[in-house]
C-alpha cells in the first residue's frame, strides 16, 4: 500500500487523510522534513497560499517539497495548493514563490469578489457522472504548457470554459476543494496514479 502525505500545516487535513483511507492508501500528516521522507505522496490542501509558502519555510519543508517534486513525487494540489504547484502566478501579490513543477499559469482569486464561494457540477471524462467541485476564492488555470492535460472546465455560467482541473505527469491540481463533499473519486484517481508509477 503506498504511503500518501498531506501537508498539514493549513488545510482540511483530515477530511484529506480519511478520504486517502477510503480509497485504500495509508495517509499521514507531513509537518516535517523527516515524515516528508516517509510519503510516496502528497496532498497540498487548500488555504492561503501565501501563509502556506511562509509556513513550509518556517517548518523547513519549501525546500525539501521543491526537490521531491523534481524528483518525480505525485502531488495532488487543491485550491492553493494547485497554486503552491504553479510555475506561475498572475494576479498574485508581487514576488510570490511557489514550489513549481506544474507547467500553468494561474490567476489567484480568479472567480471575482461577488462569487467568492460557488458550487457547480463538473464533467471528467474518467468519470461516469458529474463531479460537484466546491470553490472557495479559487483560482482558474489560464496558460497550459504542452504536456498538462486538461482534465475539467467549467460548462457553464459567467466561468463557462474556465480550466479548473489538470493533470501534468505525476502532478494533479484542481482550483476547487474535493475534500469537502464526500465524493472520493478525485483521491482514488490520484491514488491510480500513484499505484501506476
Ligand atoms: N485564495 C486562496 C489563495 O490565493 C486560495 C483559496 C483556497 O485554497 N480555498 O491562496
Known sequence: KPLIGVFALQGNVREHLAMLEQVGVQAQPVRRPSELEQVDALVL???ESTTMEKLARTFELFEPLQKRIVDGMPV???????????????????????????????????????????????????????????????????????????????????????????????????????????????HGYFAELVRGL
Open 45 to 47: 490542501p487548500g488555504g
Open 76 to 186: 495532488f494540489g487543491t485550491c492553493a495548493g494547485m497554486i503552491l504547484l504553479a510555475n506561475e502566478i498572475t494576479g498574485g501579490i508581487a514576488g510570490q514563490a511557489t514550489l513549481g513543477g506544474l507547467d500553468v499559469t494561474v490567476r489567484r482569486n480568479a472567480f471575482g469578489r461577488q462569487v467568492d464561494s460557488f458550487e457547480v457540477d463538473l464533467a471528467f471524462e474518467a468519470f461516469e457522472t458529474p463531479y460537484h467541485g466546491v470553490f472557495i476564492r479559487a483560482p482558474w488555470v489560464e496558460r497550459v504548457g504542452p504536456d498538462v492535460e486538461v482534465l475539467s472546465t467549467v460548462s457553464s455560467g459567467p466561468a463557462t470554459g474556465r480550466i479548473v482541473a489538470v493533470r501534468h505527469d505525476q502532478l494533479l491540481a484542481t482550483s476547487f476543494h474535493p475534500e469537502m463533499t464526500g465524493d472520493a473519486r478525485l
